[in-house]
């Protein structure tokens, strides 16, 4: 007891490390990930109080109070809801044991401790967070043009050029607008970002 203690005072027990795939169905947050719905864990932090699991589609965070409790609070962060950005990579001084990755999902801030032996798969995890934050900023940026294209239509539609188009077609014209518009939104919105993960990360 007193180890653990003195782990939590030291700030020890938040330093985490690296899972292997090969490992990944042994911890606590795969109970939790879709795997009916095709999710994947592609990386996995552990600690003694935290489980930090990236799939293809949200990261997982088992939040645990302390070494000492048990008790663990479940987060979902889908990506798609909420945009990566922010992302940083400190790497270990002369003395340091562990490295530190940060980023923001959506309003959401980490910071997670790992031990300075996981650089490399730390890199890689940087670089995978990086080109998921890349794609959804472009992206953001073209549903916009396309809501903009949508709405500019339908504001020169709505001069003058109603009179004499019969109800049908003009719901036929927005049915149509509509359908293209979410069809935008899946193209600008993805939801997975498995290949972006099976790009970056080492096999």
């Known amino acids: ?52 699991c990236f799939t ?5 965070h088992l939040d645990g109070a302390s070494a ?33 990755i940060k980023f923001a999902l959506g309003e959401a801030r980490f910071s997670i401790d790992v031990h300075k032996k996981h650089l490399e798969e730390l890199k890689d995890l940087y670089k995978s967070l990086i080109r998921i934050g890349e794609i959804q900023h472009d992206n953001a940026i073209a549903y916009e043009q396309a809501r903009d294209s949508v709405q500019l239509a339908a504001t020169t539609l709505g001069r003058g050029t109603l009179e004499g188009i019969p109800v049908a077609a003009f719901e036929q014209l927005n049915q149509s607008a509509f359908n293209w518009l979410r069809e935008s939104h899946q193209k600008y919105v993805p939801k997975d970002f498995g290949p972006v993960f099976e790009r970056y990360l080492a096999k």
């Open 1 to 52: 007891m007193f180890g653990k203690l003195a782990a939590d005072a030291l700030g020890l027990s938040d330093i985490g490390s690296v899972i292997k795939p090969a490992d990944f169905d042994k911890v606590d947050a795969d109970d939790y990930v879709m795997h009916e719905d095709n999710e994947k864990i592609f990386f996995l932090i552990k600690s003694k109080t935290d489980e930090y």
């Open 56 to 60: 293809n589609r949200a990261l997982i």
């Open 68 to 100: 000492v409790s048990k008790k663990r609070m479940l987060h979902r962060y889908s990506y798609h809801a909420h945009p990566v950005s922010a992302v940083k990579l400190e790497t270990a001084g002369t003395v340091d044991l562990d490295v530190e």
